[in-house]
């Protein structure tokens, strides 16, 4: 009995179970119910007293050993299963990616244009005082000017909700001397009637270069510059206009063209497109932020994010950037 069960240890030995089916049969044909085992237990049973612990001890070899036969193919099947089982060359599914909102994406694009023209960014609190929204601005008390923008108050003293991100200008002047040559986006805030084309809640940018010598010829060249830039175009037009902070004051147009029926409607059958609102800072607004209007001068240009964004995307109602429909907002995931 003991050459059967050595010679039963080298066949298994030799055996090869690579896969869950061989290891099947091969645990039947050993293990199973009429298997190899259930005859050497058997015959076990007549093997003489004084021989039972050397045979038993073999025949416990045998069974650890097969056991292990198929323990170590089960082994090998799960290594089978990660290596050729799975592709590893294959792409990974699809992550659902956020997208930038369309206010974002124009905001980022019109403040790099800037930057490559040596403009930093800086930003201002929201919850103004009348001083930098106004005053500081050139617009005396009871001036018809401060009804051109309709002011939230805040409860207490002196507390209003900037209209407008010129306040940062004034809290830049005042903080430091020149040159200073800044871009200042942030939202605004005006007690306005919410429609198609105005929100009590939008967004700015303000643009301000002072430092000696700077003339109007240096602002028609940068916004000219932005225009390119933005806009791929290249003619511009400064219409005349007014506001307190900037003497003289103009509106910045940007020439669009009048081909299709879109060029008639964005731009009101004109051709041209209102971008912005510009001018040379006044002496006054300069001296009253401690900058010697004697040595220094400056231009600076404020301009509406929704507006360019809804240009820009053929976008025909303004709220739709305040809403946050997802079905709005994912047509934007494919720009940057
Ligand atoms: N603050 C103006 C507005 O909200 C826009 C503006 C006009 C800003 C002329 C400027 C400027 O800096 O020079 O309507």
């Known amino acids: 009995m003991i050459e059967k069960i050595q010679q039963l240890l080298s066949e298994v030995e030799a055996q090869s179970v690579t896969n869950a089916d061989a290891a099947e049969a091969f645990r039947i044909h050993y293990l199973g119910r009429k298997g190899v085992l259930k005859d050497l237990t058997e015959e076990f049973k ?29 082994g090998d099947d799960q290594a089978v299963a990660t290596s050729s089982g799975a592709d590893l060359t294959r792409p990974a599914g699809d992550l659902p990616l956020g997208s930038r909102h369309p206010i974002s994406i124009v ?8 930057s490559r023209i040596g403009f930093t960014v800086c930003e201002g609190p929201e919850v103004e005082d009348d001083w930098h929204v106004f005053s500081g601005l050139n617009f005396p008390p009871e001036h018809p ?3 051109m923008q309709d002011t939230f108050f805040v409860e207490g003293e ?43 809640a939008f967004h700015q940018i303000e643009g301000l270069y002072i430092d000696k010598d700077v003339s109007f010829a240096d602002l028609k060249q940068t916004l000219l510059y932005f225009a390119k830039e933005f ?7 400064l219409r005349p206009s007014y506001f307190p902070f900037t003497e003289p004051s103009a509106e910045m147009d940007v020439y669009w063209g009048l081909e299709t029926e879109v060029d008639h409607r964005i731009t009101k059958g004109t051709g041209w497109l209102e971008v912005l609102g510009c001018g040379m800072v006044d002496p006054a607004v300069l001296e009253a ?32 950037f305040f809403e946050n429909d997802l079905r709005f907002l994912k047509q934007f995931s494919s720009v940057s």
């Open 231 to 237: 806009f791929g175009k290249a003619e511009i037009r």
């Open 145 to 147: 000017a401060r009804d």
């Open 289 to 320: 932020s401690g900058i010697d209007s004697k040595v220094y001068s400056g231009f600076a240009f404020g301009m509406g994010i929704e507006r360019i964004a809804m240009q820009r995307y053929q976008i025909g109602d303004l709220r739709m």
């Open 107 to 114: 905001r980022r694009e019109i403040l790099d244009i800037f």
């Open 46 to 74: 007549a093997v003489p007293n004084e021989m039972k612990r050397e045979v038993g001890v073999l025949l416990n070899t045998l069974k650890n050993e097969i056991q292990q036969k198929i323990e170590g193919a089960k």
């Open 158 to 200: 002196d507390r209003l909700l900037r209209t407008h991100t010129s306040s940062v200008q004034v809290r830049e002047m005042e903080r430091r001397q020149p040159p200073i040559r800044i871009v200042m986006p942030g939202r605004v805030f005006r007690n306005e009637a919410v429609s198609s084309r105005s929100h009590c």
